[in-house]
């Protein structure tokens, strides 16, 4: 039986400040599956998922989600279709509490009971965050607004959740957590692109992964065998 492909993008090209940082990208993710992006800092990996979530405007090539063409929508659209990323940088409300982050990322939402129940839900993943429940989001450490950045995605139910870095700049014991909690979120039947410099982490919990290079796809195949590749190895786990 043929998996559903949910996200696919095709020659995508993108350009910004007269640099041409995306030069042609193919690669899709299908329903359920756990897909890693991997590449060294400056390959294109973050431009590409700006544009795919509409932060960034494309310049040639075309972008599906649930086989229909989604170029030019912005985030807003993309996520009441299911589409939400947890951006680099997290992008918390820092003014706002942990509370209300996580209830902005069900702003799309009216179901107030489901709602409540989705914020619990949360908590439970992330438990630290329901100790801080009445805290400044600004007032919390990289990792902790790294695991509510994620709660507030996972507040939209999506279909698709594109990470972007999620483990860049914490300690090893928060990435530990980090991708933990994102082989639970798979677990639960959430379809997830993971774009992560922390190649041989991502490849560990992936099925599938792509290499990006100075802005083209270098690479793909399934994630164990990639993994045990010597040239991705050389690359990428300093062997």
Do not use: C
């Amino acid at each position: 039986m043929t998996t559903k492909v949910l996200l696919k993008v095709t020659g995508l090209q993108v350009a910004y400040g007269g640099i041409q940082a995306v030069k042609g990208v193919d690669f899709e993710v299908r329903e359920g599956e756990l897909v890693s992006l991997i590449g060294s800092n400056g390959a294109g990996k973050t431009t590409t998922m700006k544009a795919i979530t509409g932060t960034l405007p494309i310049k040639a090539g075309d972008i599906e989600y649930l086989g229909k063409s989604i170029k030019g929508q912005g985030p807003w659209d993309l996520v009441k279709q299911g589409l939400a990323m947890v951006p680099e940088g997290r992008g918390v409300f820092t003014r706002m509490t942990i509370l209300e982050n996580l209830q902005m990322g069900a702003y799309i939402r009216d179901d107030k009971a489901d709602i409540l129940a989705d914020i619990d839900k949360v908590f439970t993943i992330f438990p630290r965050l329901k100790e801080r429940r009445d805290q400044l989001a600004g007032t919390m450490s990289g990792g902790e607004q790294q695991m509510l950045a994620m709660g507030r995605a996972l507040m939209s139910r999506p279909k698709v959740l594109l990470l972007d870095e999620p483990s860049m700049g914490l300690s090893p014991i928060m990435v530990d957590k980090i991708f933990e909690v994102v082989k639970d979120v798979y677990a639960q039947g959430v379809t997830v692109l993971l774009v992560e410099q922390n190649a041989s982490r991502a490849l560990g919990i992936a099925n599938r992964g792509y290499v990006m290079e100075s802005g083209i796809v270098t690479m793909s195949g399934d994630a164990h065998e990639m993994l045990n590749d010597p040239k991705v190895r050389a690359a990428y786990l300093g062997e």
